[in-house]
């Protein structure tokens, strides 16, 4: 149906499972947010078990150290769990340093990163430019939460892709999307990988749906479900 790869994004192992027998997934996502929502405990124990299910899946997990040191210890600690992990080093650190060098230690570790929370073109280019062609990273654009700004992503995802052509071997990733035409629009743009948490998931089953055969079912959810409330005017 798509070329694009899909990730599920999510914390919860039973869904991990799950998504794992779907042939649409290619990979998955996470993240400190995503698993403290899910009630995770402890962390490295979640992804040593989260890891195992969804081998030879991608996976990946982010540091949450602040230091780029520790973040650089954190990060090979994560990287020892299994061969499918992808290491998520954030573009800055909380006061706005860059990780570029960070992500450079790491490739020449033989680490692969998904360098996530990346917003401008600017920061994608100074990232970028400095690595080695033959890394195998994944460079997530935080497509969503730039149009929750009221700025169209589109143009910032097609001049990363040109951005990353210097680099054959990484991907880019359409970050927290928000419907299912955000799948529709990564998909034309020739983005490698989309995340698509549980809900959206839930919704891929209306792509293509007849909209006046849409229409009708909107009528009669309302009809009915002020019915079943007893409401009177």
């Known amino acids: 149906m798509f070329n694009i790869e899909m990730y599920a994004d999510g914390a919860n192992l039973d869904e991990i499972r ?25 962390y490295l124990k979640f992804a040593v078990e989260a890891a195992r299910i969804a081998d030879p899946l991608p996976i990946s997990f982010e540091v949450f150290a602040d230091d780029l040191k520790e973040m650089l210890r954190q990060a090979i600690i994560l990287n020892r769990i299994r061969q499918n992990v992808f290491v998520k080093i954030p573009i800055t650190n909380t006061l706005g340093v ?17 360098v996530t929370a990346i917003m401008t073109q ?18 997530s654009v935080f497509a969503g939460r730039i149009a ?9 995802m097609i001049e990363s892709k040109e951005i990353l052509k210097t680099l054959p071997n990484s991907k880019l990733l359409w970050a927290s999307p928000r419907e299912i035409y955000n ?3 990564a998909e034309k743009i020739g983005v490698d990988i989309i995340t698509m948490t549980s809900d959206l998931w839930k919704k ?3 792509l293509g ?17 002020a019915i079943e409330s007893g409401y009177k005017v």
């Open 18 to 42: 799950g998504f794992r027998n779907n042939e649409l997934v290619s990979g998955f996502t996470t993240n400190p947010t995503l698993m403290r929502n899910a009630g995770v405990k402890d």
């Open 98 to 114: 860059s990780t570029r060098d960070l992500v450079i230690e790491l490739n020449s570790l033989g680490i692969r990163v998904n």
């Open 209 to 225: 749906k007849d909209l006046t055969e849409f229409s009708l079912e909107t009528v009669k959810m309302f009809y009915n479900d």
């Open 148 to 156: 929750d700004t009221g700025i169209d992503p589109k143009p910032i």
């Open 122 to 139: 600017n920061q994608l280019y100074d990232m970028s430019r400095h690595l080695d062609k033959g890394a195998q990273n994944i460079f």
């Open 183 to 185: 799948l529709v629009q």
């Open 204 to 206: 891929l089953t209306g």
